[in-house]
């Protein structure tokens, strides 16, 4: 996909989750945690918490993708999600771990690279669209871009004249002093793809998506560098889990 790091590469997946008034597999917006600025949250469920019907989909659809025997796929099916409790944390798991359920790691590496299906097939959606953290299909591939990771890493997203998406990849391991680091690497990249706008990206191990006062500082000072170079700092997006904070959102920047 032209612009786009090979999401094969990344191996990341994205998150389910249910809409507090619609059906399930979808976002939910956080409205009511104000202190969070925009916050977009998933409601993770349990596969045992699930009606029967939809238990039984998930198994299907987990079923299909082992493929091979249906009793055994079934069966196969039904171990992985009693382990990792959803379609999702199968898709997360690290291809180790779903080895010691399957002891196949035929079968492990299949599912891995379903994972990394789905992400490519996330990033084709979002390309040339405008960046609007409403938007499902953006929340999931951005959730995505970290899952698993247990360090931070800072993604750079880039932005057209219009707020579409143009180009993406990841910038460095670690906090933002990161980006300071590299800033001649993210100036560069910018002005190849003829970029007006970034969008910083990082996450939080912790599970806490707020910024802590460093972070605040540090992306003012960096939105500070940009604008002198003519490249505005759009938002800085924190990730925790399945969670999405945004800096300009809570009018931090």
Known sequence: MG???????RGRSFCEGARNSGPA??????????????????????????????????RSLLAELIGGDPDFAENMANRLLCAFG???????ARPECLG?????????NRIAAARSVVMEGLGEQILRTRFDLNDLALQRWVVGLFKGLKIERIHLVFLDRSGRL?????????NLLGVTGNFRALVRRGIDVD???VVLMHNHPSGNPHPSDEDVKETRRIAEL????????HDHVIVSGCRIFSMRGAGLI
């Open 226 to 233: 940009l604008e002198n170079l003519d490249l505005r700092l």
């Open 86 to 92: 959803s379609i999702d944390g199968v898709l997360s």
């Open 100 to 108: 010691r359920i399957t002891n196949d790691r035929e079968l492990a």
């Open 166 to 174: 143009i180009f993406e990849e990841p910038l460095s391991e670690g």
């Open 25 to 58: 597999d979808r976002l939910c917006l956080d409205e009511e945690r104000s202190d969070l600025g925009r916050s977009d949250a998933f409601d993770r469920r349990n596969v045992c918490e699930l009606p029967a019907k939809a238990r039984s989909r998930k």
């Open 195 to 197: 970029a007006s706008a």
């Open 3 to 9: 612009g786009f790091i090979s999401t094969a590469q």
